[in-house]
């Protein structure tokens, strides 16, 4: 199955958002104080973030960020920190679980920048619990197109390499050195959330 039009886009992004919120159901107190892949955030921060787009109006975090200096990364650390002070593990379980349906987009038509945050975000918390992640399909879509001022966002450089998935047809990178590699892997490392590997190593 691939994933490509707008209306693959937000099914699929529904059925992550659903399939988050029964594994963060079951979660135990240890696990939503468990560390995430997001440094400085636990589980509970990371799903914070995730509803931000639900409990703060665009007013609202524009506020935040003017307060912040204009540092995105500020005021979004800020605002996940001040709504779990605000709410309790079940009462952020129970936002998730409303926003399911949710048509958010990080901007106009960015359907797969809303697939992508919720996936990416849900890799934060899923891989350090050692639950299960999206199918590789799902994981392939969220990147597939990654510009290379895109991965420098998160401080990626594949200059040289070709990350090609053994288990969906996700490819990232024209360079000379192929390298196969999880779809789950690509993703991490794509996002900063692994360390590019080194040709070198790698040949």
Do not use: K
């Amino acid at each position: 199955m691939t994933i490509r039009t707008d209306t693959d886009l937000y099914d699929a992004t529904v059925a992550e958002r659903t399939r988050m919120a029964a594994l963060l159901a079951a979660l135990t107190p240890t696990q939503w104080a468990a560390a995430s892949l997001c440094a400085g955030w636990r589980v509970r921060e990371v799903v914070a973030h995730l509803n931000m787009t639900d409990t703060q109006t665009q007013e609202q975090f524009g506020a935040a960020l003017a307060e912040a200096g204009g540092d995105i990364n500020a005021a979004v650390d800020r605002t996940a920190r001040d709504d779990v002070a605000r709410y309790s593990d079940a009462e952020l379980l129970a936002i998730q679980q409303a926003r399911v349906a949710s048509r958010w987009t990080p901007g106009p038509g960015a359907t797969q920048g809303a697939l992508a945050h919720e996936v990416i975000h849900g890799l934060d918390i899923t891989v350090p619990l050692g639950l299960p992640g999206p199918a590789p399909e799902v994981l392939a879509a969220t990147v597939a197109g990654s510009t290379a001022e895109g991965l420098a966002f998160f401080g990626v450089d594949l200059t040289g390499l070709r990350l090609t998935a053994v288990d969906s047809d996700l490819v990232l990178g024209d360079g000379p050195q192929e390298i196969p590699l999880p779809t789950a892997t690509i993703v991490l490392i794509a996002t900063g959330r692994r360390p590019v590997p080194d040709p070198a190593v790698v040949g």
